[in-house]
């Protein structure tokens, strides 16, 4: 496996790569080292490389959606070899979930065929390898509410991705009202 870290409007990202595939995506943390710290905690046997034209344009795309334009990350080919079936369900079902919108954990499980299984999804979320390309941002708790993220900023991160897309939760403020120009 390979990996690279780029920068983005919301700071530097890294993403990890085999021959099948994205393997890992890592949102900023608070700085490039602690970015490429955590990328390559998850994807212990890669190497730090310039990466090929597929991975190149994954790169692309992810800068483009870190400034707020639309962009559509379902034909990125990912490699999720060793994922359980549950979770492989939760994230295809998670992948349909488009640009702007939302869906409750709850709506996933019955989505992945799992009905009841709100919590279950929850736990695919918090383990998910390639955050953004499966967004996790998008779904959300009962009741519509922010709920928890996995990434560094919690919350605050997973407001600033759905603000990205245009979308409010409650009285929360979107992405377009927090400060960007501070840390992740």
Request: aromatic share 10%; with cysteine.
């Amino acid at each position: 496996m390979h990996y690279c870290l780029f920068d983005t409007d919301l700071g530097p990202c890294g993403v990890a790569w085999s021959e099948r595939g994205v393997t890992r995506f890592q949102l900023p943390e608070t700085d490039r080292y602690a970015t490429e710290r955590r990328l390559r905690l998850r994807s212990p046997y890669s190497s730090a490389e310039a990466p090929p034209p597929q991975i190149a344009q994954v790169i692309a795309d992810v800068q483009r959606y870190m400034a707020g334009k639309k962009v559509d990350f379902a034909p990125v080919v990912l490699d999720l070899t060793g994922i359980a079936p549950f979770y492989f369900e939760v994230y295809a079902a998670a992948r349909r979930v488009g640009w702007g919108e939302t869906a409750t954990y709850g709506e996933l499980a019955r989505q992945a065929g799992s009905p009841g299984a709100a919590r279950g999804v929850g736990q695919a979320m918090s383990r998910n390898p390639v955050a953004v390309i499966i967004p996790c941002h998008r779904i959300l708790a009962s009741g519509n509410k922010v709920g928890g993220f996995s990434a560094f900023g919690g919350a605050v991160s997973k407001q600033r991705l759905l603000g990205l897309e245009g979308v409010r939760i409650g009285a929360a403020k979107a992405a377009g009202q927090l400060s960007l120009s501070g840390q992740w």
